[in-house]
């Protein structure tokens, strides 16, 4: 068994590598940067209020989406803390939680991703309740989540760990408050 993880990990960082090293145009390289930073919680910060300005009829997508954010995050702290995976580079600051983030002993680990896993989460319950914006969530998610790898700052198997555990646990929440 243990080759066999060796192999996958080998294999991995082998291609998070060559995607990080990737002579990409401009403007990819800057939706890039500019996707990351959306998944810093800008993104989410604005989905939350645009369902709190929605009125009593979002109120319930909202209680669903703070759901899908407090299990999600959860995930994070748990499974970072106990894989310990270091990350592929230093990781950048996240300018959402400016000071306070760097703090968090649990996010110098790269499994799994926190942005993917949120992007994700979030972008399954907000999808489900509201399918007309699902499209654009997707891509957006879809973008953060390509962004950390592009970035070098995770491996692809905690970006697609992170994206199938959201995915996971956005419609979870969707289903237990909504469902």
Sequence with gaps: MNAVL???DT??????????RCELPRWVAAWMRW???????????????LLLL???HTWPALGAAALSAAAANSAVVLLKGRVRRARPAERPANCFFAGLADRWAFDEFSF??????????????????????AP????????????RVVLGVHFVADVLAGSLIGATLGA???????G
């Design 6 to 8: 060796q192999y996958l």
């Design 172 to 178: 979870a929440a969707f289903r237990l408050v909504l």
């Design 35 to 49: 996707a990351t930073h959306l998944g810093d919680g800008w993104l989410w910060a604005g989905v939350g209020l």
């Design 112 to 133: 799994p991703s926190g942005h993917a896993l949120n992007a994700f989460a979030l972008t399954a319950t907000v999808g489900l309740v509201l399918p007309a914006v």
């Design 54 to 56: 929605g009125g009593p």
């Design 136 to 147: 654009v969530l997707l891509l957006l998610a879809l973008s953060i989540a390509a962004s």
């Design 11 to 20: 294999s991995d960082r082998r291609l998070s590598g060559r995607v990080a």
